[in-house]
């Protein structure tokens, strides 16, 4: 698969999947919200696809945000590309990245995934912001897509490069559904690195 290089931080350009070009929703994160009906209509794997796309060129949009305008713009658009990727609005999502460590290796709520990607947070003192480390570049290479209906899974791996041109590999796994807004929306995704015996 082509790996893509983003030459500009617009959003709206970026991203073509309409949920994540929207205005970041306002969250009261001290009271859980009704979670958001999906509609039902069944994913093809082009949109499993062009979600992935657009969830590499936002992480490498995050990066270049924080390398050209500084933290709190970077801070923004990983809010915005939260609220419109993942499904938060529907209820917990299922994430554990790459990087995270006990007794906060999982989250399920969406201030734990900003500060997995941006770091700032004094409740996750951990997190040193994975969207930020630079990053140019990305490829996903996926081992299978199983789409069920409203519902798809996708397990593979992504390969970043940053500004001096260092690669890191992941193992993926994303799970979405559709959202009330038609757009898919990330509701599990486990990365890893992958293993390597001593």
Do not use: C
């Not at 923004?76 to 938060?88: C, E, I, M």
């Amino acid at each position: 698969m082509k790996s893509f290089k983003i030459r500009s931080a617009a959003l709206a350009a970026l991203l073509p999947l309409a949920a994540i070009a929207t205005p970041a929703v306002a969250h009261d994160h001290a009271a859980p919200k009704a979670a958001a009906a999906a509609i039902y209509a069944p994913i093809t794997q082009a949109e499993v696809e062009a979600a992935q796309q657009a969830w590499g060129k936002a992480l490498v949009a995050i990066s270049t945000e924080y390398d050209t305008k500084g933290f709190a713009a970077a801070k923004t658009l990983a809010g915005q590309v939260l609220d419109g990727a993942y499904g938060y609005g529907m209820g917990p999502v299922l994430f554990k990245p790459t990087l995270t460590v006990a007794p906060q290796t999982f989250r399920t709520s969406r201030d734990g995934a900003l500060a997995y990607f941006v770091g700032g947070d004094k409740a996750y003192p951990a997190d040193t912001g994975f969207a930020l480390k630079g990053w140019r570049k990305f490829q996903i290479d996926n081992a299978g897509i199983v789409i069920t209906g409203n519902s798809a899974i996708s397990m593979g791996n992504v390969t970043l490069w940053d500004a001096k041109g260092n690669m890191t590999k992941v193992d993926k796994t994303w799970a979405w559904t559709r959202g009330a807004d038609g757009q898919l929306k990330i509701v599990l995704h486990h990365s890893s690195l992958p293993y390597s015996a001593k």
